[in-house]
């Protein structure tokens, strides 16, 4: 039995899989459903679990030196959700975009994590060191 | 896009296959793996999400009228605990019974959600309406 | 067991990944078969069910702010037909547009529900809020 | 395109299936769900389709010759419900057995079709000529 | 057990997907295989069974609208061929054409039902009404 | 292209695993179906093809040594029809026996094909030599 | 059992799917391998069994009209080696190309047959008649 | 590419799998074929390949300590042909026994290589050392 | 990226799987392949990798509580190779028992790893905590 | 049981599918994952094995004519790594090109196998002979 950490399978897996220049979405509960991208599904009901508790678990145990958000996200949230996000971001170097323009890097990913969270554009692409 | 309620589409076929008697379970972070059964592992981290959370969302939507535990769930567990599960569980028939019996129950349920609870003994088989 | 509102496991997962801008298609007794496209095919016999049972059962648990009709739905059904199908559509933005160029947003969808509706061009594609 | 009668492929080849003394489980809407037995689910929400609206569609194209239903039915419905079913099985050898040893047959069946009638004990288990 | 009609499982299922302007391939003894064509094959020596066997049967349960067929088939063929041809499409727009652009049309079936048929260039391709 | 014989691709296949001792199931239009049994279904309509098309085809490239029928077969048809199938059997050592008891053999066999055939019993399976 | 000829059932099933105007190619030892293609691969050791062999095989029981060559097979063979194919493919409309512009046509065959040839560039594409 | 040695992926891929204690079946043109198990089909025609020429290729790179054999091989078989068994089995311990016998060991194996072997009861099952 | 740890994406989502009372059998160079049970074959050639090391990286994130071993490891090997598996296994309820019991625990583990390791009797079932 | 040599029976089956101008990817433990490309994961923890152990496997037993690997190989590892690289590859023709070059090769290959290497660029793309 696992001490500590990730305690999914496929997440396990799906992660060991996003390397060097790899990309992977974190997916809020909105965000639209890409048939042919390998998705992992953890949403249950609204706010649970939430793209920060999933960027958490894998930044302990993965590196990660990039990442991609809509620049909707800061006009959308308040200033407590954007420094929740910051914080959670600390060290990565962080790039918003139009939000069209975001979605376009979501084919070339290695696969999507979908998360219930209700944050107004939470979503992000994060890139492995 | 659903408006609210459980977000999942794993979670939400398989709760629609539970029906009349038809069994589900309910699985804390380690309760054992049961290769053949169908399994919706919502995992993310310890205590992501918790057996409760999913109990909750089930009852939201579904009928629920009886409920399986194991007799050490009530010796390992506080009383804050043991509250939570017993308002949890309100109206629903609730049998505890040694843990080896309660794991002969699990091949014969349609299906198993597994958590990342760890409340000691915090899995729970229930009994559709 | 579910205590209300749609029962069909397939239904609720093809349903639960249309998220927003993802799109679906609502197909009456003839509309073209698409190979690939993820179908559920809810046909008993002539009007067994209807697109606008789909509709009003979707409507009552998703958020529909769009939809494409084809602009012969107009000219070949009656008044009551009519009347009906607006109806059920009150609230959504309806575009009608001529049927060649509906059937070229159908391979963008996330899947297509099948009915064994005979009203004339019943077909439908509804945008996910 | 087809002219007449049954509409889904599905339903169509389970039935070319079901020959000389096989056996079709017609199931309600909260009939247990059956793991590793073909299911061809048509529910979409309460009462569509019907239990008889499947088995007149079945009759007008198929030979049936003996049915089994639960003993239980009869108590538990109305004169007009059982006038209808018993209208519907004119022809038909039927059989009422305890609610128990009819779910014993179910294994046996070539497959099962689901629908989301709401009558008490409306499953049927249909024997092919 | 079906009553009367077309028997085949398979058959029944494809031939239910072909809807509004979809079209199907009668393929006789030697016409070329499409790897990634949905194909039912019923052939099982030569001349068992024949393609305007298979056109009879489909015809007597599904509108059929328009046929397309080789023009070599009308040199190849004697008078008899040509009239029993004839009388087994009568009511359905025929269209000749080269056997290389014929072949084009094929891709874009739903399906292929490939018999015995010895008749050269006995192919057919039929859009559904 | 085959010059001659059976055509069918997976028919060959089929029988080409039909080896010392294995059985293979010659089944007629009404015969019950065996989910888990190889199956090749060849059947079009009523009579297309036969049985002992099928026999015919098989005996010209196949050695078959026994075959088994039921014996309710000579009891329901006319003089003629016994004698094409002694005809088409001749040299193969044939068991008559209880048609229940004959099905009981069906699970062993290596696969089983389908025919349209409406003679009573005409059900055979074959051993190979 | 098989009286005679190739005994192989995917052998026998391939072939049977190569018609008019079909290719299937057969491989010599080293012969690049083609993801995505159908492959038989016969091959067990050096020699065994040989392309010839397999040609043999298939030109006894079906119509091969053209075949393609490597021009370099000419250039790095002996005599006898020559006269051997060269007998084998009597009938057969030869054309000898570069090997590269040979492999141009891999991808558009309906399968491989790989041997364990080791004669150079004893690979050959046939057409069926 | 492989220097030298058995050149069939599968057949490698099964070889490396059959370890201590484990089983493989040899299997000559006629022997019954075993659904369920994983079966590498190597026959073109009869006696392409043979039993001795895979066992051969076998004992070149794998270690093989026991056989077992029908005895029915030494009654029907002439010396030359026992000889030639004898010398490709030399080293390891060979046991007699019934052809029925025989056959009851085949269900535990790893997997089974066919070969076109005519030799009378060719068939063998060799044990990994 | 992984910062440390286990690198393979198969090994995570198996270990992960290994829960409460599950077992995992770490198998070395020549223990019997169990078809059935999900292997992971990390092997390459003699010694690469060992059995200690999979034990180690397991360890490093897992509560192993108890393991089962041959007892024919005690008799086959060198002090030092005891020495080294007593190290390795420091903390963990050991057992010893004959070979022929070991074995039949395998098919009740979650998975199986497979090792190049040479040492007799290497193989090992260890007990998630 | 193998003799020696490689032991792994998808290693062992991929191998023998790469042939005359087949190209195969070895990988170190960060490089890109390729979803799509047919890959074996040898990986279990840094170092564990390196692409030279996979190198000197292959090579035993495979004719490898060419090689290719960043330029940046060179610039990020002492003269001990590169020496222990060029005499592992000595007899190959080796290219160096800049990584974002090699990276275009790897979608051509017949598949890769993943190691756990953590020298800087150890990456190589074999072309076998």
Chains 1, 2, 3, 4, 5, 6, 7, 8, 9, 10 share one sequence.
Do not use: C
């Amino acid at each position: 039995m696992l001490k500590t950490g990730i305690l999914n399978p496929h997440v396990l897996s799906l992660l060991a899989r996003v390397r060097h220049t790899n990309t992977l979405v974190l997916a809020d509960r909105g965000f639209p459903s890409w048939p042919g991208l390998e998705t992992v599904d953890l949403s249950l009901v609204d706010g649970v679990p939430t793209v920060l508790q999933v960027l958490a678990a894998i930044r302990a145990q993965h590196v990660v030196t990039q990442a991609f958000m809509a620049e909707e996200f800061g006009r959308e949230n308040d200033a407590a959700t954007r420094r929740a996000f910051a914080a959670a971001l600390r060290g990565v170097a962080l790039t918003h975009e139009p939000h069209v323009d975001f979605k376009k890097r979501v084919p070339a990913a290695v696969g999507l994590i979908r998360t219930g969270d209700t944050v107004q554009y939470a979503n992000m692409i994060v890139v492995s060191g």
